[in-house]
């Protein structure tokens, strides 16, 4: 089970400009600044959080803390 | 959803790629503008890389485009293949739904073999960052050096620059260029030949020149007369004038011109068989007496900090120099347009590194 608190630690740890603990659950990372290489940043950490690839048909909807929380506890 | 999958360039691609161009610059470009582009260049066929989306009708649709153009370039005696980032886009709408930096990272690792070094010129500060997230090093500037020929130059370009943008013909306001082949200048000390593009191609001087004189140059790229023909002769975009600049004092010089903007030349390529001595200003001195001669009242020249530190700054300040305008503009304005670079495994063994490197606008196609 991957908790909120495990996903806001891995966007800390893509070292992107935005603070995560600040981040609404819902709330659009576009919606705070974060451009395509921050994404791929943040996808880097959340793949190695998960332990697997997470698919390019997949991530474009993956836009919120919390799609990506529901995304890997499907 | 859409299903996504990526694939290097296949034959009849052109079509969309070119559609997808002109949907993101709104520059239209021929399939032979396409071809000379991306598989006729002397360095070999370009990497291309396109990204496509699965419709819901179980169409495919080209969204995305990656291209490394293969350029040739010499570091002292050994010539080299680097590769240019060049035409990297996303369709608007898709831009949100997939990561491009995944995609470029794949593309990546097929070509990156292939190259001594990968290099970008200009773009979008989002593109930059993606190379810098890549490994590339942006350490150097560019620079454009702008010298103003006749008192009112700073006039004439603002006559340019809005008849230009506004349709108009200024050709009776402000002086304009000659456009000439096979003619002969004579400066004290430095005879001048020009060539249109059909007539350079038949010069041996430009068969010959690079080879005897890129020994005494850093990483730059080649001169051959393969690359001149390609680079400038059967550019589809501009025509050029080349010219030969011929010293006995100071030994020769080759350059290429080009004359987008009524009165304006600018110096696309400029080599000095000797350039670490004073020649190199002395005979670009030379070409911009030449310009004056043949009706320019203004001359660009685009490099890169490093190029500049290696020829040495007096170099280029040249005068006189009657454009105010620039020379305030240099006093006040930061310029922080970089050109990335990396060296590939395969250059590592040749000594190249990042720096010290002699650039000119020869590394960018002529597309305005």
Known sequence: MFTIESIRQAIKDAGVDINPDTLPLDGEFRNFGLDSLDMFNIFVEIEKLNGSQISDDIIGELTSIKSIFEYLNK | ?368
């Not at chain 2, 350029?71 to 886009?89: A, C, I, M, P």
């Not at chain 2, 110096?267 to 001669?293: G, N, Q, Y």
């Not at chain 2, 005068?319 to 970089?338: E, G, H, L, M, T």
Request: glycine share 6%; hydrophobic share 35%; with cysteine.
């Open chain 2, 1 to 368: 959803m859409y299903k996504y999958s990526y694939r290097p360039y296949t034959s009849g691609d052109e079509n969309s790629i070119n559609d997808l161009y002109a949907k993101i610059t709104g520059r239209i470009r021929s399939k032979a503008a396409y071809f000379w582009q991306w598989q006729n260049a002397p360095g070999g066929k370009g990497e291309v890389w396109v990204i496509e989306a699965e419709l819901p009708n179980g169409q495919k649709m080209l969204i995305g485009h990656h291209g490394i153009m293969p350029v040739r370039f010499s570091y002292g005696q050994d010539d080299l293949l680097f590769g240019k980032t060049e035409n990297t886009f996303v369709h608007p709408d898709f831009r949100s739904k997939i990561l491009y930096p995944r995609f470029e990272r794949r593309f990546a690792y097929h070509y990156e073999n292939r190259f001594h070094a990968l290099f970008s010129t200009l773009g979008p500060r989002a593109a930059i960052r993606q190379r810098q997230a890549q490994g590339y090093v942006s350490e150097h500037l560019w620079k454009t050096y702008i010298w103003g020929l006749r008192p009112l130059s700073d006039i004439y370009y603002l006559i340019s620059y809005y008849s230009k943008r506004y349709n108009k013909s200024a050709e009776m306001f402000i002086p304009v260029v000659k456009n000439e082949s096979d003619s002969y200048t004579r400066l004290p000390g430095i005879n001048i030949r020009c060539y249109n593009d059909h007539d350079a191609l038949f010069i041996d001087f430009f068969r010959t020149f690079w080879s005897s004189v890129k020994r005494s140059y850093p990483v730059t790229p080649s001169r051959y007369h393969e690359d001149l023909k390609w680079r400038f002769w059967d550019n589809p975009y501009i025509s050029y004038q080349s010219l030969i600049l011929d010293s006995e004092l100071y030994g020769s010089a080759m350059a290429v011109i080009s004359n987008t903007v009524p009165g304006t030349i600018r110096v696309d390529d400029f080599i000095v068989e000797h350039p670490k001595s004073k020649s190199f200003r002395l005979l670009f001195e030379a070409l911009i007496t030449w310009a004056r001669m043949h009706g320019a009242y203004r001359v660009i020249f685009t490099t890169t900090s490093d190029s500049v530190d290696w020829v040495g700054h007096e170099s280029l300040q040249l005068q006189p120099n009657f454009s105010f305008a620039r020379r305030i503009y240099d006093i006040f304005a930061k310029s922080d347009v970089r050109m990335p670079r990396k060296i590939c495994t395969n250059g590592q063994v040749f000594g190249i590194t990042c720096s010290n490197w002699f650039v000119t606008s020869m590394i960018f196609e002529g597309i305005s």
